[in-house]
């Protein structure tokens, strides 16, 4: 490093989560024209007004759940329990089928690039180890794996 001090991660999570919070906003307001995207109307509203790609990924994770369970996420979510990308966005799901819906990805763009990234992956025909080990290699600079 040149000499400069590292913020605290308490800043540079208020910074992330104000930049996020702006690029939102820009984002719905330059989304004049998009198609409204995947809605599941079980979704709570939160989920349901959030931009394109956040639903996007939602309805990727609830349909995708047994890959995502096998992909980290580096956001830090570890922290608050989340053993995979999955749990980013499923907080539950009851014998009867029954999805509570976790809003921690709302506010995480990490977590949703990666699910953005494991959607493209296997559209390109990756394998699951060929994912996992791509999201590994771009993702573990952002922070520690929620994954052993």
């Known amino acids: 490093m040149t000499g400069l001090a590292r913020p605290p991660r308490g800043l540079r999570t208020l910074t992330l989560l104000m930049i996020l919070t702006v690029s939102g906003m820009s984002a719905s307001a330059c989304g004049q024209g998009q198609t409204a995207g995947p809605m599941d109307p079980a979704w709570p509203p939160e989920v349901r007004g959030a931009p394109v ?11 995708h759940a047994n890959l995502l369970r096998e992909i980290p996420c580096y956001c830090g979510c570890g922290a608050i329990g989340h053993t995979s990308n999955y749990d980013c966005y499923i907080a539950d799901e ?7 819906y976790d809003p921690h990805a709302l506010g995480c763009s990490i977590c949703v690039d990666i699910t953005q990234d494991v959607a493209r992956l296997l559209e390109e025909g990756r394998s699951p180890p060929e994912i996992r080990a791509s999201i590994d290699s771009i993702y573990a600079r952002y922070g520690p794996s929620n994954m052993p």
């Open 53 to 63: 790609v956040v639903r996007q990924a939602y309805a990727f994770a609830h349909d």
């Open 94 to 100: 009851a014998a009867d089928g029954t999805i509570t």
